[in-house]
């Protein structure tokens, strides 16, 4: 009789699937649309300075933090909370509450094309929603939560007490943390390289160089997604590989040449397919499960107002699709063109 | 990297005991457990005879560690101090500032690139003396580029209409507003601005006159030299710096200005200097050219947080 029970089944696999979606749904947001992301992941997203990146980590933040309906309005969001871990030091809080405030009159307007052009003409209806918007506003921004990190000893530092700043701001707000962005992860690494590793007492003291910090980072992160589970975004800038940009690294490789004319070709030739340098250690490579390029094009694309906006270039390197998407940067948030 | 023994009459949890469960593990000072498993500590506390006492040290620990960083703020909270401290600063240049919406960001690092002679020094000349009407500044001249006499003529043709004795006022006031040190290298910046940090913290609980912009002109004379080889610390200095640079703008509510000149590139273009490694430090980067034979400036955007590059203007000095 007791054996029997303990194979009544609990739910059904549609029940189950049904659960697990709405709990931990798919996000698709634009520039990373082909690939539909959830938590447990961690996506890196890998490109030269400038290319939007922080950019895409605040569309990221927005969604996140802007409710699913709210008011009769849907706006499409997560409502939970979204943190985000600022290496790079240069976040600019007014460019993300433009993004936040352009979000919200979209999505209670009806149409993007619309609020473009009438920015300027519906002051009177500005002036009406205005305390209606500023009520959802303040409340979307008390769901972003920003830290800065100035080193490494600092990052770790957040790492180690996150665990216990997550619980915290779930009983604050009631609803859990979904994203962490980590803008950006090589921040770090040449400070980190260039302190070196005095080994004091022997081998049995581990000191803060570039190695020991990554080691402890992964770890770190891996733990946390084990208890609180999050799609984790971190930004890379890294410096494009022969296969995009002939400059810095033809120049390179010139001055090689005259110093070692034999290994300059097996050099070229082995470069010609990777599409960017990598510095992380492999510690940091092994846990990232999703990686996307971005980088900018020369092409310009004409907004209608003739104003020129840089075009960016997204693909997926890991999964590997062979598919170039084509993106801007509108007051709106990311847009993609193709 | 304190030991920890100079943390026990503070926390008097933190006993001789503590202290050699740790060191047999290998660590001697709170930076220590930054990189290492706190959990597995724990379960090695466990085994031992006072894993109570030993476990409450390693959450007096976290909670030692969770002092080290900064503190966590919230959306509305960053955007509260954005909108009450970190105003723009005019440069006085119209067409610059007009480009800029209103000037140099107070909490970020504006980088100024461009060849040579094509009137970097004569941007920050003409925004120091701008700036010095109501705020002091600090000018970190590499070059003795600074030139009184050259601000004294900005702020002459822009009081065109005052009398004698109030442009004097004017000028006394500018000039003992901008302090200028010369500094050749890099570890002397290094000097002047953790110097510059501790005076601003003091400042912090006394109030008197703050400053409010720093220049660096030029910061690619102090860091190109360190730079180049295979050697990694030219690198890591020119990081650090850049760090202390943009803590310094945010905690302080500075603007810093650097000042960065161009390389030459590929096919006989220019790009500016210090590398790639340079491009993601500053927060908004500007070129800036000279029109052969005249005054006429031309600025354009390199990268800027809300502004698209490209984005140009010209102007008049």
């Known amino acids: 009789m007791g054996s029997k029970a303990w194979l009544v089944e609990d739910e059904s696999a549609r029940e189950m699937l049904d659960r697990v979606l709405t709990e931990r749904p798919f996000l698709l947001l634009p520039p990373l649309h082909r690939v539909p992301l959830r938590v447990g992941n961690i996506v890196e997203i890998v490109g030269p300075s400038p290319s939007a990146k922080t950019h895409i980590l605040i569309q990221a933040a927005i969604t996140c933090i802007l409710p699913r309906q709210w008011k009769g309005v849907n706006y499409g969001g997560l409502g939970h909370l979204a943190m985000f871990l600022d290496l790079d030091c240069r976040f600019d809080i007014s460019r993300f509450s433009d993004l936040l405030n352009h979000r919200i009159m979209e999505a209670a307007n009806g149409s993007s094309s619309e609020v473009d052009c009438q920015i300027k003409e519906s002051e009177a209806q500005n002036a009406t929603t205005k305390p209606y918007n500023e009520e959802l506003f303040a409340s979307c921004m008390r769901r972003f939560l920003y830290i800065r990190c100035y080193d490494s000893s600092e990052f770790l530092a957040t790492l180690k007490t996150l665990h216990y700043r997550l619980q915290k701001e779930r009983e604050t707000h009631g609803v859990n943390v979904h994203v962490l962005l980590i803008d950006s992860i090589g921040a770090f690494h040449w400070i980190d390289r260039g302190s070196s590793s005095f080994s004091l007492e022997g081998d049995t003291r581990k000191s803060l160089h570039l190695q020991s910090v990554t080691e402890t980072v992964v770890q770190e992160i891996r733990k946390l997604l084990l208890v609180h589970p999050m799609l984790v975004m971190a930004t890379k800038a890294a410096v494009l590989g022969n296969r995009y940009s002939m400059n810095d690294s033809k120049r390179n490789y010139r001055t090689w040449s005259a110093k070692d004319n034999l290994h300059s070709r097996n050099v070229t030739s082995s470069d010609q397919q990777v599409p960017y340098r990598e510095y992380m250690p492999a510690v940091w490579q092994s846990l990232i499960t999703h990686r996307i390029l971005v980088r900018t094009t020369d092409a310009d694309f004409v907004n209608g107002e003739h104003q020129n906006v840089s075009t960016y270039l997204s693909e997926w390197l890991l999964p590997p699709l062979n598919s170039v998407d084509k993106f801007i940067v509108r007051d709106t948030g990311v847009f993609v063109l193709s | ?317």
């Not at chain 2, 440069?91 to 690139?113: F, H, K, P």
């Open chain 2, 1 to 317: 990297m304190a030991p920890l023994k100079n943390l026990e009459t503070e926390y008097p949890i933190i006993d001789s005991n503590f202290q050699n469960f740790c060191a047999s593990h290998g660590i001697f000072s709170v930076e220590d457990f930054l990189i290492h498993d706190l959990y597995m500590l724990a379960a090695f506390a466990e085994q031992n005879v006072s894993s109570e006492r030993l476990k409450e040290g390693i959450t007096q620990i976290l909670s030692i560690i969770d002092d080290m960083h900064q503190p966590w703020l919230n959306g509305m909270e960053l955007l509260e101090d954005a909108k009450r401290n970190k105003h723009f600063l005019p440069t006085g240049i119209q067409g610059v500032d007009l480009l800029l919406g209103g000037g140099i960001r107070v909490g970020q690092l504006t980088e100024l690139v461009g060849p040579s002679a094509s009137g970097k020094t004569q941007v920050c000349l003409q925004t120091a003396s701008n700036v010095a009407r109501n705020y002091m500044m600090l000018y970190l001249d590499t070059g003795n580029s600074f030139s009184p006499q050259r601000i004294a003529y900005f702020l002459g043709k822009t009081n065109e209409l005052a009398s004698a004795q109030a442009k004097n006022q004017i000028l006394q006031k500018v000039m003992s507003n901008i302090l200028c040190h010369s500094v050749f290298d890099i570890f002397a910046m290094f000097d002047v601005l953790h110097q510059l940090e501790s005076n601003l913290r003091c400042q912090e609980r006394g109030g008197g006159c703050r400053i409010r912009l720093l220049i660096v002109d030029s910061i690619s004379l102090l860091i190109a030299p360190v730079l180049g080889g295979t050697s990694t610390r030219g690198r890591a200095l020119m990081a650090s710096a850049g760090y202390l640079l943009k803590k310094l703008a945010h905690q302080h509510n500075l603007a810093v200005l650097v000042i960065n000149h161009t390389v030459g590139s590929e096919g006989g273009t220019s790009k500016p200097a210090l590398g790639d490694s340079w491009k993601s430090i500053p927060h908004s980067r500007l070129l800036l050219s000279c029109d052969r034979g005249s005054n006429v400036y031309n600025v354009s955007i390199l990268k800027h947080p809300s502004m698209a590059s490209g984005k140009a203007a010209r102007f008049v000095i």
